[in-house]
């Protein structure tokens, strides 16, 4: 297969392999469950699959505190499994994207149960280690996941960092040896033939080595100066090894990670950024408006350099379904989830999916506690109930935040369970698999997976869709998100309302244009300024006579 910046004319489709196709019968997604699906990715359009951690985990923070770097988890099968997955695909044409967080390991990999024996192991300095200050932790730094980022260890009378649960200690990435060890995990995974790797926090691996209290917490870790001679030494072993790398950069200034994305010049080959998705990956329940999302938005079309690619994506394994949290996941759940997805899909950058979105899968909104597993979101029902909150406020936030929200098995049928499995899941399936899956999207032609096959063919057939020049219009707009692409004289327009009632754009009268592609079925009229709630358009715009 050539890999010549393949990634800049492919789609992307994330798989949550725990929640995708569970093919033993164990109530947990597997490799052979994403093996039998490759056809249901073809049929799609999709030219490369990105598997979330399969590594030998725990399963403390879902797969991400990792034992063991170089095997599967036996939840999910074996390496032979995972070599005949990747041979499947291959023959597919469809490439295997892993990721993979370097950023930390689990309290369970040997080298931290090694570390944590003596202060003379060889791989104690393998982590980040301090001594209390005043028989207390020793600095302000905290957790993502709340409270503080240091865990008392009594063996050696000390505390080790962890940005994230106490189950995963962050690597010292000062070692020499932790690096090594780290590319040379790199290598084994090139070797096996994969095509790229994303990954995680990565622009979190250096920390600040003064040790001081800081004022916001990221100062502790994000971006941090020195971190480039870190990126150097990855950029050789990527060079080495030919794999195309997605950077996940949550929070770190445009300036600083675009210029890591530089073209020839950069470390990484596309950026994976949260600038546009605002508070989605928290508990805030802020609203996000279409301004906003239209200028954070635009803000990363127009300020990346010519030669630097973006991410597009607008659902994940961390954050609530789109439909749910921006959309209208009630009468208009169709027709809001072709809205958002033609409103990014157009954009300069690869467009990824994450399992269900091509559905129109929305939040499963459980209504006991006990239905959820994510340990953020249990973490925060914790902390809630022990502050007096009410318990149904905060069912009600974990309704619209969790992130168990999107990890709900993908819904292949109306049989029992979704058709994800024959036990029962680990995770809950969402109660309205019997009207939103697979099999009845496949059998209707104005449904939610026609509507992303059809955009997948118009973005790879039509080279101003995919290189054209970003131009936002009506950029002050409540409800309309409209912009243009355009190269070599070719434009054209996309046209979305992102809200529940009729809006009305005077601008469409114009310029002479063609209706292309439309969410309004099954008679749209291409010149008629008002839009339904939740219309979208994609016009081609035709040169003056």
């Not at 006990?370 to 069912?395: C, K, P, W």
């Not at 999107?406 to 499995?421: L, Y």
């Not at 309004?520 to 006579?545: F, N, Q, V």
């Given at each position: 297969?050539?890999?010549?910046?393949?990634?800049?004319?492919?789609?992307?489709?994330?798989?949550?392999?725990?929640?995708?196709?569970?093919?033993?019968?164990?109530?947990?997604?597997?490799?052979?469950?994403?093996?039998?699906?490759?056809?249901?990715?073809?049929?799609?359009?999709?030219?490369?699959?990105?598997?979330?951690?399969?590594?030998?985990?725990?399963?403390?923070?879902?797969?991400?505190?990792?034992?063991?770097?170089?095997?599967?988890?036996?939840?999910?099968?074996?390496?032979?499994?995972?070599?005949?997955?990747?041979?499947?695909?291959?023959?597919?044409?469809?490439?295997?994207?892993?990721?993979?967080?370097?950023?930390?390991?689990?309290?369970?990999?040997?080298?931290?149960?090694?570390?944590?024996?003596?202060?003379?192991?060889?791989?104690?300095?393998?982590?980040?280690?301090?001594?209390?200050?005043?028989?207390?932790?020793?600095?302000?730094?905290?957790?993502?996941?709340?409270?503080?980022?240091?865990?008392?260890?009594?063996?050696?009378?000390?505390?080790?960092?962890?940005?994230?649960?106490?189950?995963?200690?962050?690597?010292?990435?000062?070692?020499?040896?932790?690096?090594?060890?780290?590319?040379?995990?790199?290598?084994?995974?090139?070797?096996?033939?994969?095509?790229?790797?994303?990954?995680?926090?990565?622009?979190?691996?250096?920390?600040?080595?003064?040790?001081?209290?800081?004022?916001?917490?990221?100062?502790?870790?994000?971006?941090?100066?020195?971190?480039?001679?870190?990126?150097?030494?990855?950029?050789?072993?990527?060079?080495?090894?030919?794999?195309?790398?997605?950077?996940?950069?949550?929070?770190?200034?445009?300036?600083?990670?675009?210029?890591?994305?530089?073209?020839?010049?950069?470390?990484?080959?596309?950026?994976?950024?949260?600038?546009?998705?605002?508070?989605?990956?928290?508990?805030?329940?802020?609203?996000?408006?279409?301004?906003?999302?239209?200028?954070?938005?635009?803000?990363?079309?127009?300020?990346?350099?010519?030669?630097?690619?973006?991410?597009?994506?607008?659902?994940?394994?961390?954050?609530?379904?789109?439909?749910?949290?921006?959309?209208?996941?009630?009468?208009?759940?169709?027709?809001?989830?072709?809205?958002?997805?033609?409103?990014?899909?157009?954009?300069?950058?690869?467009?990824?999916?994450?399992?269900?979105?091509?559905?129109?899968?929305?939040?499963?909104?459980?209504?006991?506690?006990?239905?959820?597993?994510?340990?953020?979101?249990?973490?925060?029902?914790?902390?809630?109930?022990?502050?007096?909150?009410?318990?149904?406020?905060?069912?009600?936030?974990?309704?619209?935040?969790?992130?168990?929200?999107?990890?709900?098995?993908?819904?292949?049928?109306?049989?029992?369970?979704?058709?994800?499995?024959?036990?029962?899941?680990?995770?809950?399936?969402?109660?309205?698999?019997?009207?939103?899956?697979?099999?009845?999207?496949?059998?209707?032609?104005?449904?939610?997976?026609?509507?992303?096959?059809?955009?997948?063919?118009?973005?790879?057939?039509?080279?101003?869709?995919?290189?054209?020049?970003?131009?936002?219009?009506?950029?002050a707009d409540d409800h309309l998100y409209v912009y243009r692409r355009s190269l070599n004289g070719d434009q054209w327009l996309v046209v979305t309302n992102l809200s529940s009632h009729e809006v009305e754009y005077d601008d469409l009268k114009l310029a002479p244009s063609e209706l292309i592609f439309t969410n309004a079925t099954p008679d749209p009229i291409s010149d008629d300024p008002i839009l339904l709630p939740w219309e979208a358009r994609l016009y081609h715009l035709r040169a003056k006579g």
């Amino acid at each position: 297969m050539p890999t010549e910046n393949w990634w800049k004319n492919a789609i992307g489709y994330q798989i949550y392999p725990k929640s995708f196709l569970d093919t033993n019968g164990d109530g947990i997604g597997d490799l052979r469950g994403i093996q039998a699906k490759i056809p249901y990715l073809q049929k799609m359009g999709i030219d490369f699959v990105w598997l979330s951690s399969i590594f030998q985990s725990p399963q403390i923070d879902n797969g991400y505190d990792v034992v063991n770097f170089t095997a599967v988890d036996p939840a999910y099968g074996t390496l032979a499994d995972f070599e005949a997955l990747l041979t499947a695909l291959h023959e597919a044409d469809i490439r295997l994207v892993l990721d993979v967080s370097f950023n930390d390991t689990s309290s369970q990999h040997p080298w931290f149960e090694q570390a944590r024996t003596s202060k003379s192991s060889p791989f104690h300095d393998y982590y980040i280690w301090r001594d209390p200050v005043n028989s207390h932790e020793p600095n302000n730094w905290e957790s993502e996941f709340g409270g503080s980022a240091w865990a008392f260890n009594e063996l050696t009378g000390e505390y080790y960092y962890h940005l994230f649960t106490d189950a995963q200690p962050d690597l010292n990435w000062e070692n020499q040896r932790v690096r090594k060890e780290i590319y040379e995990v790199i290598r084994f995974w090139a070797a096996k033939g994969i095509d790229g790797l994303r990954l995680d926090n990565i622009f979190n691996i250096k920390k600040l080595t003064t040790f001081e209290n800081v004022m916001e917490p990221n100062q502790a870790y994000q971006n941090v100066s020195g971190i480039e001679r870190y990126f150097d030494e990855l950029k050789a072993v990527f060079d080495e090894t030919g794999l195309m790398t997605i950077a996940e950069a949550s929070s770190v200034p445009m300036e600083s990670a675009a210029k890591q994305i530089d073209g020839q010049n950069g470390i990484f080959d596309m950026l994976y950024q949260f600038d546009h998705l605002g508070s989605w990956h928290s508990f805030d329940m802020r609203e996000l408006g279409p301004k906003r999302l239209k200028s954070a938005l635009s803000n990363w079309q127009n300020h990346l350099g010519q030669d630097s690619w973006n991410a597009l994506f607008i659902e994940d394994h961390d954050l609530p379904r789109a439909v749910s949290s921006f959309g209208n996941d009630g009468v208009y759940r169709r027709r809001s989830a072709k809205a958002i997805g033609l409103m990014y899909f157009m954009m300069k950058g690869t467009p990824f999916l994450y399992q269900g979105q091509e559905l129109g899968m929305t939040n499963a909104k459980f209504q006991s506690i006990t239905d959820y597993r994510d340990f953020d979101s249990l973490r925060y029902y914790d902390v809630e109930r022990a502050a007096g909150v009410d318990e149904e406020q905060i069912l009600t936030v974990l309704a619209k935040r969790s992130r168990d929200n999107a990890r709900t098995p993908m819904q292949w049928n109306n049989e029992k369970n979704g058709g994800f499995s024959k036990a029962q899941p680990w995770l809950p399936v969402n109660t309205n698999y019997p009207t939103v899956n697979v099999e009845d999207e496949q059998n209707n032609p104005y449904s939610v997976l026609t509507f992303y096959e059809t955009m997948i063919r118009l973005k790879k057939q039509t080279p101003a869709l995919s290189w054209g020049k970003y131009d936002l219009i009506q950029a002050a707009d409540d409800h309309l998100y409209v912009y243009r692409r355009s190269l070599n004289g070719d434009q054209w327009l996309v046209v979305t309302n992102l809200s529940s009632h009729e809006v009305e754009y005077d601008d469409l009268k114009l310029a002479p244009s063609e209706l292309i592609f439309t969410n309004a079925t099954p008679d749209p009229i291409s010149d008629d300024p008002i839009l339904l709630p939740w219309e979208a358009r994609l016009y081609h715009l035709r040169a003056k006579g």
